[in-house]
């Protein structure tokens, strides 16, 4: 027995008897040094008769940068209590627990490579010479210990969706046409108002996914939930009202925003093709001035605005025209926007709301009738936003996470996987190891 050599191993129960230089390095010969070990783990009795030995080479952790393999000679025994049904047994200690071929803490530290040390599966095991389903089974148990299964309750809800992979095209000759093979989405919950992160992840995007997702809670957690944020797809919105009626609906503003620049896009690109008779290009004005047309006029210097502005009326009136109006109309909508968090009053919002819908009627342009209308069938969830200021801008920051934990993923192919993976990722963001917002 080498009292030093056990310590530096540190396997509790276990105790050297001797190191040799094996030819893939220390090979470590191990005995039992826990009395518990030969206690019958049916009914508890300390076994007396031994019935034989056996060899068992547990997998273990790097020691001092080798692997060492390990040997250990363990007693088999029998249980001499009558009327005890486990006539025999073999010792086990709580590192290599029965039929284990992995020490506890080598399993432990591939799974927590993977789940909060950002690794990938086919890195983890690598590093720890186990074997990609080895892993993989580590990081599910490693992120089933750390999660919680039911997340606390929440009061302000993030619903988003998000595509899982490139989707790849192959071409389908009874219908002559090109179709999508992988098309996976996912629907995440994020928790906005709480430090939980993304909650869950469901696969698909139609309303009973969401409606199932929501009814595996309790009726005190959906009760719990007053606000949801969405984007503005009525899929979310139908699936929210049935099964969180009490809560109250947010428009996501960047849905929002981005819905008015596709806007203001898509009249360019009409009116550069019904006058110039083809698409945009180098040389066009409205073409050069295309990005500077969906930022944000807030965020741009006065001289520059007024210059674009300048610019637009000295285009030909049937190109400049209608761009100045689309974009008049998106600024008018982000003004309306921008009185979230500043209490506005009745008359305030009223006031931009009227000049909005003045100039969409104003135009005659389609593309401003339809923004318009979208706007007012969104306008309660549109109105929340601005009441209470509540974004998806922490679920928008949870897609990044999972669009780079995918990007990363090799190994990550099984969604199931892929989500956990994620849950590990944001729930650590959100509990400040990286700055979220
Ligand atoms: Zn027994």
Redesign the pocket.
Known sequence: MNEDTSRLLGLAGLAVTRVEDGPDGPVVYLVTADDQARR??????R?RRSKGWRVTRPRDLAVGGRHPRLVWRKHRWR?D?SG???KS?TETVAQVPARKRLTLRLRTSAGAAIADGGRTIVQSARDHHVSWPVAAAAFATHAAAVLPAQPDPVQVLGIDEIRRGRPKWVWDETTGTWQTTVDRWHVGFVDLSGGQGLLGQVEGRNAAVVCDWLAERTQAWRDAVRFVAIDMCTIFKSAVRQALPGAVLVADHFHIVQLANQTVTEIRRRVTVQVRGRRGRKGNREWELRNRLTRNASRMHGDHVADLEGELKDLPPRIGTPILAAWNAKEDLLDLLALARTHPNREDIADLLFRFYHRCAQSGLPELERLATTVETWWPEILAFIHTGITNAGSEGTNRVIKTVARDAYGFRNPANQRLRTRCATTRRARGHLSPR
């Not at 019958?40 to 009795?45: A, K, R």
């Open positions: 019958c783990p049916h009914c508890g009795t076994a249980c209590e005890c049904p486990r047994f």
